[in-house]
C-alpha cells in the first residue's frame, strides 16, 4: 500500500501560482504511475493531469495545457504540480492519486485505473 497527502492548496487571485505537492508514504515511489484529479462542487472528477513512472511521458488535460506542469522526483517519493495562470474554474479539490502494477513505463488518464487516493486540498481561485 502507499498513502498519499497532498500540500500546497490555498487562496490564490486569478492570474496567480501555486504547487502542489504529494508526498508518498512508499520506498518503490517510482513503479508508480501518478496522477492529479481535480473535483469542484457538483462535478464529477476529472483528471487534470499524469506522468509515468520515469517521469518521461506526462498528459495534461486541454483546460489546463500551457498553464499546468506536473512532475515527480522519484528520489524524494514526490509529485508536483506547477499551477500557473490560475483561473476561478480551476476551483476545485484536488487530488493526487497513485496507480501500482503499472508493466511499462506510461501514465494513466482514467480515474478507474488508480488504486490510492490521497484526501485532496482545497484550490480556490478569486476573480
Known amino acids: 500500500q502507499v498513502q498519499l497527502i497532498e500540500s500546497g492548496g490555498g487562496l490564490v487571485q486569478a492570474g496567480g501560482s501555486l504547487r502542489l505537492s504529494c508526498a508518498a508514504s512508499?520506498?518503490?515511489?517510482?513503479?508508480?504511475?501518478m496522477g492529479w484529479f481535480r473535483q469542484a462542487p457538483g462535478l464529477e472528477r476529472e483528471l487534470v493531469a499524469a506522468?509515468?513512472?520515469?517521469?518521461?511521458?506526462?498528459y495534461s488535460a486541454d483546460s489546463v495545457k500551457g498553464r499546468f506542469t506536473i512532475s515527480r522526483d522519484n528520489a524524494k517519493n514526490m509529485v508536483y504540480l506547477q499551477m500557473d495562470s490560475l483561473k476561478p474554474e480551476d476551483t476545485a479539490v484536488y487530488y493526487c492519486?497513485?496507480?501500482?502494477?503499472?508493466?511499462?513505463?506510461?501514465?494513466?488518464?482514467?480515474?478507474?485505473?488508480?488504486?490510492?487516493w490521497g484526501q485532496g486540498t482545497q484550490v480556490t481561485v478569486s476573480s
Open positions: 492519486a497513485a496507480r501500482s502494477g503499472v508493466q511499462n513505463d506510461r501514465y494513466y488518464a482514467n480515474s478507474d485505473s488508480y488504486n490510492y
Open positions: 512508499r520506498r518503490t515511489f517510482s513503479n508508480y504511475a
Open positions: 506522468i509515468s513512472q520515469s517521469g518521461r511521458s506526462t
